[in-house]
């Protein structure tokens, strides 16, 4: 009664405000075109999107969450990267 | 829609696992943080979660069964499409759950032949039979009501994937609910045959969901885990103390009697119950209920005979991936 594997896609829709395709998901299908329609059929029931990209999930090189500190680090030391760093006289305003 | 705290958690192993690993696991929870697929897990939580989040998968999926008796004779276009609709919701939320299910490792084959081979069980809800059209309208109301209290405080869930997968299902679920008591609602308006269906409905329908929330409390030995872990942020008893007051006075707004003579309020404002018959619970989930045989039976069909769809999509993605190796060597 075995099912025979089908490959894994992950799912990204672009939403109707104009913001950048965003993961959503993941699905099942045998190719890239069955896998459009099953993302546009379980992910955009409701108008959720605009446009769908569907990526095989063995395309994706992702980092390691337990070296997410050495991954991360450069950036945890460097407030002056923010706005707030910086003193602005009140009388300025809103800058 | 529909995880119901059958769930046990595995403690056991617990003492065999790395214990400073296990503390700052522990940590991470205490501290409201997520728990994403790859981080590390106590070999207990991964399994806790894969049968819960599985159940629920299957739990959709078999749910759609009862409802989907009834699409082909719903009384207008308008009830037909909506019924249609939501069980294509039923489908898709059983989708989202297997998909967050498979980040714990198990892949959506053997999950799905768990649940085909009668292995992985489902929620006892289903095995009920939808008799009349006012099954339909209850079940939105009641069955999906009992639902959305089981499910909100789930989207806060510790494990990443199952709380976002639930918040989806909660976005959708609401009009579940909605549709459910137009139906009633409608019914209840209605002749008085209409309204004798709705109440009929109503006393069939309402102990077998509040069994929906489990087995009481002080019986419920495996629920510490769960809660410590954040998978579990209520208890049984307190989320079918929430639908019943919340319930009662929809069936009074009905002009409905729910059937227990011993429903009364008491002095904190909160509905009681008299005891539920936990041996139907049981035998339900043991495979005897009125449509238990009849549930699997028609999972198992519709798997194989949608077997050669699975094997022609598969057999067609190979051809032309072959076919493309081959031109690019030319």
């Known amino acids: ?95 | 829609m529909y995880t119901q705290a059958l769930n046990s958690s595995d403690g056991d192993d617990r003492g065999v696992e790395d214990v400073a690993r296990a503390s700052q696991f522990q940590a991470r929870i205490d501290a409201d943080e997520r728990i994403e697929p790859n981080d590390w897990m106590p070999a207990a939580y991964r399994k806790t979660l894969t049968r819960q989040i599985s159940q629920h998968a299957h739990s959709e999926i078999v749910g759609m069964l009862p409802e989907g008796n009834w699409i082909t004779r719903a009384p207008s276009l308008r009830r037909k499409a909506a019924l249609l609709a939501k069980v294509q919701d039923e489908c898709g939320h059983g989708l989202y759950l297997y998909a967050a299910a498979e980040t714990l490792g198990t892949s959506r084959e053997e999950l799905v032949d768990g649940m085909l081979s009668g292995k992985a069980k489902y929620s006892s809800i289903f095995n009920y039979p939808t008799l009349t059209w006012a099954d339909i309208g209850t079940i939105g109301w009641l069955v999906d009501g009992a639902a959305i209290m089981n499910q909100i405080p789930l989207c806060r869930c510790s494990y990443g994937p199952y709380a976002r997968a639930m918040i989806r299902v909660c976005k959708e679920e609401s009009f579940h609910q909605r549709q459910g008591f137009e139906i009633m609602v409608t019914l209840c308006r209605g002749t008085a045959e209409q309204k004798a269906m709705a109440q009929n409905a109503l006393d069939r329908w309402w102990w077998p969901v509040l069994m929906m929330f489990g087995p009481p409390d002080q019986v419920s030995q495996h629920s510490d885990t769960s809660t410590k872990w954040k998978i579990k942020r209520f208890s049984n008893d307190e989320l079918r103390q929430k639908f019943i007051d919340a319930t009662v006075p929809q069936a009074e707004f009905l002009g409905l009697t729910i059937p227990d003579p011993g429903t009364k309020q008491n002095e904190n404002g909160n509905w009681v119950h008299s005891p539920i018959d936990w041996d139907e619970f049981k035998q339900v989930l043991a495979g005897n209920g009125p449509c238990n045989r009849d549930r699997l039976a028609a999972r198992r069909k519709a798997h194989d005979e949608g077997a050669w769809v699975r094997e022609a999509a598969m057999a067609y993605a190979e051809k032309r991936k072959s076919r493309q190796l081959a031109q690019a060597a030319e």
């Open chain 1, 1 to 95: 009664m075995a099912t025979p594997n089908v490959p894994l896609w992950e799912v990204f829709i672009r939403s109707r405000n104009g913001l950048a395709h965003k993961h959503v998901g993941s699905l099942h299908a045998a190719d890239s075109t069955l896998a459009l329609q099953a993302a546009r059929d379980i992910y955009t029931r409701r108008g959720e999107g605009l446009s769908i990209w569907v990526v095989p999930s063995n395309a994706i090189t992702a980092s390691d969450p337990s070296e997410k500190g050495m991954m991360f680090e450069p950036a945890e030391s460097k407030i002056y990267r923010h706005p707030t760093f910086y003193d602005v006289p009140d009388e300025v305003g809103h800058m």
